[in-house]
């Protein structure tokens, strides 16, 4: 049983985006065979607590993880945080951890001069090849891309090794930033099968609350006022919305997260907020569509609906770095608008599903027993 130290940018509870549900998840799975302990740097804290943090309690009564909530030093950057160095070198005083694991490059730094000061070896979490994804987002701010390239470059051959999320991260690593193959590990984005799974427990409930009961569902879901989903709901209101209602009039699109772009409302688009258990309203939709055009990593969304047996539509960038042959009829890729709605048409009358397959490829389980197979040195 190995000692994990891993320190977080920002809180990840609940954890109803991609990278808190990363950092949740390993940790979460870590801790079956390990001892960890968490430090979430208390940024982005939802104050107003929609919903009830399951998850939260999960870990905090798990005898092999230990959460620390800390202070941020700056409202207006992660990187540096001198209270969470404090309480790590604290933690590692006492518990003597193996390793030290940065959970994304905001939260390297720290874990850096941890590593550094205490002689442990500090690991990268890399969600995303950052200075890429702010390429394709941020194409306005050549200064700050600029610098993450540098601190991204500087964070990686720091690092004993780094975990990517894809092959395609992995390839960008090594050609952009000239990283060493030999140092970087595909531990891929994942999925906790023992929650997402085809269930319609809750669906007749779910469609009545929200009076969906005689419509075709049309899904979307994600952390609504992180810039590539905001732009994919305007794409739904602009471009997709449309096209569909010409030929199904009865269609309605199901918007789950925080923060809905209200600016975009229409009488076919229900915005349900944020809500506790993501999976039961996956399990609502009959189609789950993925319009994004920028962004980075591999997006989860695409991975928990599969899971739960729905077909996905979507563009090339959504779909980045998955590679799932034996889910080629369910998860279908076009970048043209047109194309897109006809897909999703032709998916709402056949309705093709992706129930009776093998998971396990995808499941965090999987992901943690690739990180337990490196930490035996």
């Not at 789950?288 to 729905?310: D, F, N, Q, Y």
Request: proline residues 3%; charged residues 25%.
């Amino acid at each position: 049983m190995k000692k994990i130290l891993i320190t977080s940018y920002c809180n990840i509870f609940p954890p109803y985006w991609g990278g808190a549900s990363r950092i949740y998840n390993l940790t979460k799975f870590l801790a079956k065979e390990n001892k960890v302990w968490l430090l979430c740097n208390d940024f982005r804290f939802l104050k107003d607590r929609e919903v009830c943090c399951k998850e939260y309690e999960e870990l905090k009564n798990n005898l092999n993880v230990k959460i620390f909530f800390i202070k941020p030093f700056s409202s207006k950057s992660q990187i540096i945080n001198i209270s969470l160095i404090s309480q790590g070198f604290k933690i590692i005083k006492k518990e003597k951890p193996d390793i030290i694991l940065a959970s994304h490059l905001s939260s390297a730094f720290n874990a850096m001069v941890i590593g550094w000061l205490s002689h442990i070896p500090y690991f990268l979490d890399e969600h995303n090849i950052e200075f890429m994804r702010h390429y394709r987002t941020y194409q306005n701010r050549k200064l700050q891309r600029l610098f993450l390239k540098i601190y991204e470059n500087f964070a990686c051959k720091k690092a004993k090794k780094i975990f990517c999320v894809s092959d395609n991260d992995k390839k960008l690593l090594i050609s952009k930033l000239k990283i060493k193959d030999d140092k970087t590990i595909l531990i891929p984005n994942a999925v906790d099968t023992e929650k997402f799974y085809p269930s319609n427990k809750n669906s007749n409930q779910i469609k009545k609350d929200l009076k969906l009961e005689s419509s075709q569902i049309i899904q979307f879901f994600g952390k609504l006022d992180y810039k590539p989903n905001y732009e994919a709901v305007k794409i739904i209101r602009n471009e997709i919305l449309p096209r569909i209602l010409k030929k199904i009039p009865n269609t309605k699109f199901l918007i789950v997260g925080d923060h809905p772009p209200l600016k975009f409302k229409h009488e076919n688009i229900v915005f349900s907020g944020l809500v506790d258990d993501i999976q039961d309203y996956i399990n609502v939709a009959d189609v789950v569509i993925c319009p994004l055009l920028s962004g980075g990593g591999t997006r989860l969304k695409i991975l928990e609906a599969l899971c739960c047996g729905k077909t996905v539509i979507s563009t090339t960038i959504g779909a980045e770095g998955i590679v799932l042959n034996e889910f080629k009829d369910v998860l279908l890729i076009s970048d043209d608008w047109e194309t897109f709605c006809n897909k999703i048409i032709s998916c709402l009358s056949t309705n093709t599903q992706s129930k009776n397959r093998n998971f396990y490829s995808l499941s965090w389980r999987k992901s943690a027993e690739e990180i337990n197979k490196l930490l035996k040195f």
